[in-house]
T-cell receptor, first 118, second 110 residues
Framework: GAVVSQHPSRVICKSGTSVKIECRSL??????MFWYRQFPKKSLMLMAT?????????EQGVEKDKFLINHASLTLSTLTVTSAHPEDSSFYIC??????????????FGPGTRLTVT | GQQLNQSPQSMFIQEGEDVSMNCTSS?????WLWYKQDPGEGPVLLIA?????ELTSNGRLTAQFGITRKDSFLNISASIPSDVGIYFC??????????FGSGTRLQVQP
């Protein structure tokens, strides 16, 4: 149980184009999903918290117009990197917190999406 | 923001040896989680700790939630080659977002 998928796993795009990454909780519902960014040999950096049916909460320094987040259902959140530039190349990972967690703080991570902007 | 100090940064051990890593914080955490990340993959939850003083095992892994709520350790006994990877501690302060440690890179020599 508690499986989170991401699509695509790898994407290469040209500078100036937009890329959409999907995060799905496959066997549970998640009112809250999180988007992280990870640079090589570094830890995960929280970008934003995505709540179903409401606007995402962005961490300081993360441009909301650059990284568009939509959480349309209890099993799907999307991250769109708009007008991508080479410096946006990174490993993007989502996580989901099950509705059934209650007061327990559990988060399950997707396998990540490797974005390369040329 | 909240910071977690994780050590050691890396370890190179022989198969069969025991491993210990820890995380400390200047702030109190309500929950401690330990994850393992393989190259090119997302983190996988190993152990979750919810109470100060709690000691929890998962196979060869044992983790404890420090009594002060500002630290946690993870032990791996009798290491095997597939234990190779990066181990992260993570914690909640009360917000619903995780704070991650800097990671411990483990290499196991067969």
């Amino acid at each position: 149980g508690a499986v989170v998928s991401q699509h695509p796993s790898r994407v290469i795009c040209k500078s100036g184009t937009s890329v959409k990454i999907e995060c799905r909780s496959l066997d549970f519902q998640a009112t809250t999903m999180f988007w992280y960014r990870q640079f090589p040999k570094k830890s995960l950096m929280l970008m934003a918290t995505s709540n179903e049916g409401s606007k995402a909460t962005y961490e300081q320094g993360v441009e909301k117009d650059k990284f568009l987040i939509n959480h349309a259902s209890l099993t799907l959140s999307t991250l769109t990197v708009t007008s991508a530039h080479p410096e946006d190349s990174s490993f993007y990972i989502c996580s989901a917190r099950p509705v059934s967690s209650g007061t327990r703080d559990e988060q399950y991570f997707g396998p990540g999406t490797r974005l390369t902007v040329t | 923001g909240q910071q977690l100090n994780q050590s050691p940064q890396s370890m190179f051990i022989q198969e069969g040896e025991d491993v210990s890593m820890n995380c400390t914080s200047s702030s109190i955490f309500n929950t401690w989680l330990w994850y393992k990340q393989d190259p090119g993959e997302g983190p996988v939850l190993l152990i979750a700790l919810y109470k100060a003083g709690e000691l929890t095992s998962n196979g060869r892994l044992t983790a404890q939630f420090g009594i002060t709520r500002k630290d946690s350790f993870l032990n791996i006994s009798a290491s095997i080659p597939s234990d190779v990877g990066i181990y992260f501690c993570a914690g909640y302060t009360g917000r619903r977002a995780l704070t991650f440690g800097s990671g411990t890179r483990l290499q196991v020599q067969p």
